[in-house]
């Protein structure tokens, strides 16, 4: 019931994704069908196990062959086409704007100021008016052919200006950036974004009002929940072997290969992060580790200590962390079940590898016949790999400052991000009825991640196609991961005896 469930939430992904690029036509279609590449062999695998069919590894290896190939031919069709599409689309998004300009030209320019804004609103009586000098030079920066301002309104220690794009908005952003720039310094940030009514708005904040780097005390805080998390994976990899850490601390050397291994894929993660960031001149806090006895580590919480680009730009940052961590665990596990044999360190209850589809299915597939037995002598890669990507899944859940969280609000916008924030944490409440963890892991995320990361400096330009596709393949391999096996399916796949 679970796997046929979570292949019609697959479907469903799908679907919404063709409704969504039916209005762009050819190239829209294009787009997504790249993204259906990407989900095909993992919607036929499991499709094939919920009636009892189930693919060797090597079916599996041409499956994914198949749907890179087609990616790739897709990805040349669309690099053909896209000059003609996009300059068709152009022309007929600058006719209506033009026709909206002419409309707009002709309003009361003292229309009602209470329009809401994408941005908070906060104690106004107790912020600074921008000046009236400030003022004018800002205005100053639009024009005809990028921005045709109809409309001021005070907002904060800032002004936010409604109007009329007029091009392209990255294009329109980076010059109307550079000309603020040059009249004004770096006194001022200027972003893109859209109103309440989905009209594209120009907001100008003060750059008093960046992203703060960490305190003296938020610094000491994050190395004690450093050592914490040492102190916890060590106490994880005892446990694993049947022994209190803190009991016998003299043998030292049979949890440290396994807490190295561990913070290995947490380096990963943290790397993917910090490499991408650092190619975006995007400045990022040092980690928060949440650790936990259980798993040694739920991960870490990276704040932005500047102000992001794009909506790209998050995606790109927010999907790094997790694609090194999961790969590696990935790998780990491949390996890991590889290697095993009798003898191996971890005898482990067959029983282990129905808690996740993915997982048990990649034994079945690997191992054969030896999921029939009650237990399995399996290396420890495979223990640490399995650890590796139930991290990297939480962190992909989709809600608040969580990876899986920037990602949907860098793809689909602040609106939806809300929305599954609020949907996911219901669910882990409702999980948590059968499993504690669910519970420590929604109170994290209520009281420490529920709200979103502030609006990057261009909101209106959305993540291309292959972005979109391949956070949905994040998300889709995140429920894989952390949704159990059901009865009738293990048994279907020979783990019962």
């Not at 100021?113 to 100053?140: H, N, R, V, W, Y």
């Not at 009798?342 to 589809?357: A, N, Q, Y």
């Not at 209106?460 to 292959?466: A, G, K, Q, R, V």
């Amino acid at each position: 019931m679970i796997t046929a469930l979570t292949v019609l939430v697959a479907l469903g992904i799908l679907g919404w994704g063709f409704y969504r690029a039916k209005p762009y036509g050819k190239l829209g279609i294009l787009s997504w069908l790249q993204s259906v590449s990407l989900m095909a062999p993992w919607l036929l695998f499991f499709g094939l196990f919920s009636v009892g069919v189930y693919l060797n590894l090597v079916g599996m290896l041409l499956l994914f062959v198949v749907s890179t190939g087609g990616y790739i031919l897709l990805g040349r069709q669309i690099r053909t086409i896209a000059p003609e599409e996009l300059a068709k689309r152009a022309e007929a998004i600058a006719k209506a704007r033009a026709e909206v300009s002419e409309t707009s030209a002709a309003t009361d320019q003292n229309a009602d100021t209470s329009t809401k804004t994408p941005f908070p609103a906060a104690a106004i009586a107790q912020l600074q008016p921008i000046s009236a000098e400030d003022l004018t030079a800002i205005k100053g920066i639009f024009g005809v052919d990028t921005f045709f301002a109809t409309e001021t309104i005070p907002f904060q220690d800032g002004a936010v200006f409604n109007g009329n794009l007029r091009g392209d908005g990255e294009k329109v952003h980076a010059k109307l950036s550079d000309l603020l720039q040059e009249r004004l310094g770096d006194r001022y940030r200027l972003f893109l974004v859209e109103n309440q009514e989905g009209r594209p708005t120009v907001v100008v904040l003060p750059s008093s009002n960046d992203p703060k780097p960490l305190t003296l005390t938020q610094k000491i805080l994050a190395v004690i929940l450093f050592v914490a998390t040492i102190g916890t994976t060590l106490e994880m990899a005892g446990l694993l072997q049947g022994f209190d850490f803190y009991s016998a601390p003299q043998r030292y050397a049979e949890v440290v290969p396994l807490a190295a291994g561990l913070f290995s894929i947490l380096a990963a993660h943290e790397l993917g992060h910090w490499v991408m960031a650092k190619r975006h001149q995007v400045k990022l806090s040092w980690p928060f580790f949440f650790p936990t006895w259980q798993i040694g580590s739920f991960g870490s919480l990276t704040n932005f200590e500047s102000l992001l680009p794009n909506r790209s730009a998050l995606f790109d940052i927010a999907f790094a962390g997790p694609a090194a961590g999961g790969l590696l665990s990935l790998g780990m596990l491949i390996a890991g079940l590889t290697l095993s044999h009798p003898g191996s360190p971890f005898k482990v209850p067959t029983t282990f590898f129905e808690g996740s589809m993915l997982v048990g299915t990649l034994t079945r597939v690997i191992l054969g016949s030896e999921v029939q037995q009650n237990f399995i002598e399996v290396s420890p890669l495979v223990v640490l790999g399995w650890l590796g990507l139930v991290i990297t899944a939480i962190n992909l859940m989709p809600a608040g400052r969580l990876d899986g969280g920037r990602i949907v609000q860098a793809i689909y916008g602040r609106k939806t991000a809300n929305r599954t924030t609020v949907v996911t944490i219901l669910f882990l409440g409702l999980a948590s009825l059968v499993n504690p963890l669910a519970l420590y892991w929604a109170i994290i995320i209520l009281f420490l991640q529920r709200n979103l990361e502030r609006p990057s400096l261009n909101e209106l330009t959305e993540p291309d196609d292959t972005r979109a596709a391949l956070g949905l393949l994040a998300l889709f391999l995140m429920i894989t991961i952390l949704l159990p096996l059901t009865p009738s399916l293990a048994g279907r796949l020979g783990f019962s005896v």
